[in-house]
């Protein structure tokens, strides 16, 4: 889709990626991931799916990487998606993360 967009003459820099729950999850593995320097991320409810597997790029350590997460989540526990946030930060990415108190799922 990211590739779609750039040959329509869209600059990557004008693509921000964004999701909730496994749609976030998605997000910060394209963040991870992808050949292109992005615009930005955006994970609510998320965490990162399989980091020890996925090939990462050096390509968007820069760019802005947003994560919100209840601290009542139910399916996604708080504690996961504060250690994909850590994760993320060992290896060098630019991470805010929210937490939100008395939010679920």
């Keep these: 889709l990211i590739s779609q ?7 990557p820099q004008n693509i921000f990626i964004a999701g909730i729950s496994q749609g976030g999850s998605l997000a910060l593995a394209i963040a991870m991931t992808s050949q292109y320097q992005l615009g ?3 994970a609510l409810g998320s965490f ?5 597997v996925l090939k990462e790029t050096e390509t968007n350590k820069q760019i802005p ?3 919100g ?3 009542e989540d139910e399916l996604v526990p708080y504690e996961v998606a504060q250690r994909s946030a850590l994760i993320l930060c060992q290896k060098g ?6 937490d939100y108190s008395k939010i679920g799922h």
Excluded at 5 to 11: A, F, G, H, R
Excluded at 48 to 52: E, G, L, T
Excluded at 93 to 98: L, N, R
């Design 93 to 98: 990415y630019h991470i805010e993360f929210k």
């Design 40 to 42: 930005g991320f955006l």
């Design 48 to 52: 990162i799916p399989y980091p020890k």
């Design 65 to 67: 990487i947003f994560m």
């Design 69 to 71: 997460h209840g601290k």
């Design 5 to 11: 967009e750039v040959s329509k003459d869209i600059p």
